[in-house]
């Protein structure tokens, strides 16, 4: 199996993603996707995984980390998703596998970026059409972001060098108009369409 060319280090932030094969669905009950969240929680903490920004979506994932300690976010990736896939599989009474590959890290080194990187991760289930007002998406810590859910899966200290308050942030959100130019500018960044 071919090794990854990304090295991941300590203080630095990574999008991390991936989708179902053949974009196929991961999530099957609201229990599947507060199985991933309660692994998350317990899990970040040992590895040092840094919650930015997160969204889970019925077919893929987008995860924003920033790497705490000297241990390689690939680990808590690997370790957190292999142990969600085999859990499926026993539910489900399914085999094989659950992704399309190994997960895609892309490290971010641009700080603006980021930003738009949160907001672009947030705005997937409207731009999904899965809800029409992002609050209904409980599966991403948007909320935690607007300050309308208390979790620990988001960096309040992050959140705050960028942002006054929580309205800030939420009119930054919903005042993106998706356009082509802008994908593009990022498109290095974002998820294999």
Not at 113 to 128: F, V
């Amino acid at each position: 199996m071919p090794r990854r060319d990304i090295q991941f280090v300590k203080g630095a932030y990574y999008h991390i993603y991936n989708r179902g094969c053949n974009r196929e669905n991961i999530f099957f009950s609201d229990e599947n996707y507060e199985f991933l969240i309660r692994k998350f929680r317990k899990q970040s903490y040992k590895y040092g995984a840094n919650f930015i920004a997160y969204c889970l979506m019925p077919n893929h994932y987008h995860l924003l980390l920033r790497q705490e300690n000297d241990s390689p976010l690939n680990e808590f990736v690997k370790h957190v998703f292999n142990s969600y896939s085999k859990a499926i599989n026993v539910s489900m009474k399914r085999t094989g596998t659950l992704f399309e590959g190994k997960f895609k890290a892309i490290a971010v080194d641009d700080n603006n970026y980021l930003i738009h990187l949160c907001r672009y991760i947030h705005r997937n289930p409207l731009e999904a059409k899965l809800v029409d007002d992002i609050e209904k998406w409980k599966y991403s810590n948007y909320l935690e972001w607007i300050g309308k859910r208390n979790d620990e899966l988001v960096d309040r200290e992050y959140i705050g060098w960028y942002f006054k308050s929580g309205q800030e942030y939420k009119d930054f959100v919903l005042d993106y108009k998706s356009t082509k130019e802008k994908d593009k500018e990022f498109e290095k960044y974002l998820l294999d369409k």
